[in-house]
């Protein structure tokens, strides 16, 4: 899946992934779900600690902006900080799924682009870290987490001593294979309070913004 924007690294003592810094983006509130209380909250509260500095609704930022900035328009504020909290939003959810399987959202996300590859479950760092639109720091950092944890394995390019190529163990595929069916039906939920035409159309103009900002990104710079 893709994520617009880079990831703070993996902590192996923190069960929720830290996400980006949101500027002015609205805080997600923790998830309300059937577990049982005590460890489900506190992987909730450690996913949205920082976040939670954050909960003022958009439009009361954009009226905030009217009123101190009047000289401008920031009505586009509304579009693109409810796209990063829906986003956000979804954070808990997934969590729930990936923390009983020592993962979050951002290690799951590498065993998931290995997989998807097909056999032999392989990529080389810069095609991982491309998929996923992260820097080598932030890739490097959940690599050694999975390292760690038997999940993937480095191995050496045969036709070049200087590259590597990260592959996904037996105990790898085994647990993403296991955890995959839970994440897309986790992801069914939430989409079913749309419904299928609202999320085709949801999902045609996403993807009409996401092709005009592709091309401002390969387009020439002004002179």
């Known amino acids: 899946m893709v994520r617009i ?10 069960p929720a992934e830290t996400e980006p810094d949101a500027g002015e983006i609205p805080a997600p509130a923790p998830a309300r779900t059937g577990r049982r209380k ?7 509260k450690k996913g949205t600690a920082k976040a939670g500095q ?3 609704p958009i439009n009361a930022i954009v009226e905030q902006w009217h009123r101190e900035r009047p000289d401008l328009d920031p009505e586009p504020m509304r579009l693109f ?3 990063a909290q829906a986003h956000l939003l979804t954070t808990p959810y997934m969590n729930n799924v990936l923390e ?60 070049d001593r200087r590259s590597l190529k990260i592959q996904l163990t037996q105990k790898g595929v085994k647990l993403i294979d296991e955890i995959i069916p839970k994440f897309v039906e986790a ?4 989409v079913a309070r749309l419904g299928l035409a609202d ?15 592709m091309e401002d990104i390969g387009a020439e710079p002004s002179a």
């Open 100 to 159: 009983q399987h020592g993962l979050v959202r951002g290690t799951f996300d590498v065993l998931s682009a290995l997989r998807r590859a097909g056999l032999p479950y392989s990529l080389t760092p810069k095609q991982l870290a491309e998929s996923l639109l992260l820097s080598g720091a932030g890739m490097t950092n959940r690599l050694d987490r999975l390292e760690s944890l038997n999940l993937i394995a480095r191995l050496p390019e045969p036709n």
């Open 5 to 14: 924007g880079t990831r703070s690294k993996d902590r192996t003592s923190t």
């Open 38 to 44: 005590g460890a489900a909250e506190g992987g909730a």
């Open 187 to 190: 992801q069914h939920r939430l």
């Open 199 to 213: 999320t085709e159309m949801l999902l045609g103009l996403l993807e009409r913004l996401s092709a005009a900002l």
């Open 54 to 56: 954050l909960q003022v």
């Open 81 to 83: 900080g409810a796209l």
